[in-house]
């Protein structure tokens, strides 16, 4: 059997659809942390290399256009570095081109992967498609090395004047754009998932499968009280229907189950509503979650607010196969008294799994600051060893709830206040990363052990640190389609 099975997509076109400002927008494997290199395609004067001057916006210090453009795409980037992981480098070319528009309507962007695979070596189900980036996780291999896994491309001139009337992109870090802005960070975010494999690959006005196979995605879609009750084992005429059965068709996938608890709405016991909207909304319908969640959450077809945070979302890329859906959290237990330079003292850090299911490969990072050394390390599991100026420790597997003591011995050669960074990372799907990055200072006294007044051991955590994108793509006589409308309220689909 060949290694793999692959289409490209890269010969097919995304097709536009419309932004409407009243508002519809149609608009075990080895581990390592997650790397998504990006080619910033235009000119050197135009779109992502835009050298007009601009003003800093919500923590986005960029100087011209084209910065901060930069800057926002490779903060959603970043976000999704810190919640998957991968040995595949994910592969995506970025570009802005002069889209047109009105003040009513006007494309927003398209964005899509370029290849489908099935058969490839370590895939789950057989005769299964995958989006690239998930395949190549999957098989430990890119599997075309030839092309990027994911392209998108953005309209310019939504930053124009009179383009969707007052509206325009916020490249905004801080996820509050002013007025009717369009939060650039949640439209890229949203759409990368849709590239990571978010996506149904089934034709909802026909029920056909994508060439003969099921997909990944529709593999957890099932219809309540349906016979059969399986999407993929539907015939086509019961997947139209299935399409259009609004609060009846569900994502089944476990690790979306035990987390559904988080919604208010949209869940029959801990089945999750899929959109299922009656008429069906090509681009729309079998690729989002229902828009009666509640919260509301990233992958929904509705854009009510700005989110930086993958939600719920993340049970669903666990499901498909990104990995267990983990939550790995770094704390320092503070000093009960002040350290003292030239005598040794001890650093606790505490490495805890606070999510569901077992975070496997996990990795401790501690940055050696200077005027500090080490003399010795003892990890509650697992070893430590030193790189450079990095202390690395492997851990091993950490199940649910449980909790890794890591014993620094050190000490000052002078008195100061040093820095102490520490992160911790797993194969998995992290469903909080805010909590997996450590920044902390530390006070060395020169004579003696002062009382620091804090008796108390407290935690201290830091941290946190593809689109919305429209996206058609014509697939052997059939079009794959993701839109993401918005309404001045914005409806996005």
């Known amino acids: 059997m060949p290694l793999t099975h692959y289409l490209d997509l890269s010969r097919y076109y995304a097709k536009r659809l419309s932004i409407f400002i009243l508002f519809f927008l149609y608009a075990s494997l080895s581990?390592?942390?997650?790397?998504?290199?990006?080619?910033?395609?235009?000119?050197?004067?135009?779109?992502?290399?835009?050298?007009?001057?601009?003003?800093?916006?919500?923590?986005?210090?960029?100087?011209?256009?084209?910065?901060?453009?930069?800057?926002?795409?490779?903060?959603a980037i970043a976000i999704l570095e810190k919640t998957l992981s991968s040995t595949q480098p994910i592969e995506i070319t970025a570009t802005f081109s002069n889209l047109g528009g009105g003040s009513h309507d006007a494309l927003l962007a398209s964005a899509g992967t370029n290849t489908l695979h099935f058969d490839f070596d370590h895939a789950p189900y057989p005769s299964t498609y995958y989006v690239a980036a998930l395949a190549n996780k999957l098989a430990q291999q890119d599997l075309d090395p030839d092309q990027a896994d994911i392209f998108a491309d953005f309209n310019a001139d939504i930053d124009s004047n009179g383009t969707l009337g007052d509206s325009s992109w916020y490249y905004g870090l801080d996820g509050h754009p002013s007025?009717?802005?369009?939060?650039?960070?949640?439209?890229?975010?949203?759409?990368?998932?849709?590239?990571?494999?978010?996506?149904?690959?089934v034709d909802v006005t026909t029920g056909k499968k994508f060439s003969g196979r099921n997909d990944i995605f529709s593999y957890f879609l099932d219809r309540l009280n349906a016979t059969p009750s399986a999407f993929n084992d539907m015939t086509n005429k019961q997947r139209i229907s299935a399409a259009t059965a609004t609060g009846f068709l569900h994502w089944i996938g476990d690790t979306t189950q035990i987390n559904s608890s988080v919604l208010t709405a949209g869940v029959t016991g801990t089945r999750v509503h899929i959109y299922a909207p009656d008429p069906i909304e090509?681009?729309?319908?079998?690729?989002?979650?229902?828009?009666?969640?509640?919260?509301?959450?990233?992958?929904?077809?509705t854009y009510t607010e700005a989110h930086h945070s993958l939600g719920i979302a993340a049970a669903v890329l666990s499901d498909i196969g990104w990995g267990n859906l983990a939550d790995l959290s770094v704390t320092l237990k503070n000093q009960e008294t002040t350290?003292?330079?030239?005598?040794?003292?001890?650093?606790?850090?505490?490495?805890?799994?606070?999510?569901?299911?077992?975070?496997?490969?996990?990795?401790?990072?501690?940055?050696?600051?200077?005027?500090?050394?080490?003399?010795?390390?003892?990890p509650g599991q697992g070893s430590c060893s030193t790189t450079d100026d990095e202390l690395v420790c492997s851990l091993g597997a950490i199940t649910t709830q449980q909790t890794i003591h890591i014993l620094l011995t050190t000490q000052a050669t002078?008195?100061?206040?040093?820095?102490?960074?520490?992160?911790?990372?797993?194969?998995?799907?992290?469903?909080?990363?805010?909590?997996?990055t450590l920044a902390n200072t530390l006070m060395i006294n020169n004579n003696q052990q002062i009382n620091n007044n804090n008796d108390t051991p407290v935690e201290t955590r830091f941290g946190s640190g593809t689109m919305h994108w429209i996206v058609l793509i014509e697939l052997c006589g059939f079009a794959i389609m993701r839109q993401f409308f918005v309404r001045r309220s914005f409806k996005i689909y």
């Open 31 to 75: 581990y390592a942390e997650l790397v998504i290199q990006v080619e910033f395609s235009d000119g050197t004067s135009e779109g992502f290399n835009d050298p007009t001057s601009v003003a800093a916006v919500g923590g986005n210090t960029a100087t011209t256009l084209g910065g901060q453009r930069r800057a926002a795409l490779n903060a």
């Open 179 to 201: 007025g009717t802005d369009i939060d650039f960070m949640s439209v890229a975010l949203h759409e990368l998932l849709h590239g990571l494999g978010f996506i149904s690959l």
């Open 282 to 301: 090509e681009g729309s319908s079998l690729s989002h979650f229902s828009d009666t969640l509640a919260p509301n959450n990233l992958m929904e077809p």
């Open 339 to 378: 350290p003292v330079m030239q005598q040794a003292f001890t650093l606790d850090f505490s490495i805890r799994n606070l999510g569901e299911q077992t975070a496997n490969s996990v990795v401790f990072h501690y940055k050696l600051p200077s005027g500090l050394s080490l003399t010795n390390s003892t």
């Open 414 to 436: 002078n008195a100061q206040t040093i820095a102490l960074n520490a992160s911790v990372s797993g194969d998995i799907v992290d469903g909080d990363i805010a909590n997996n």
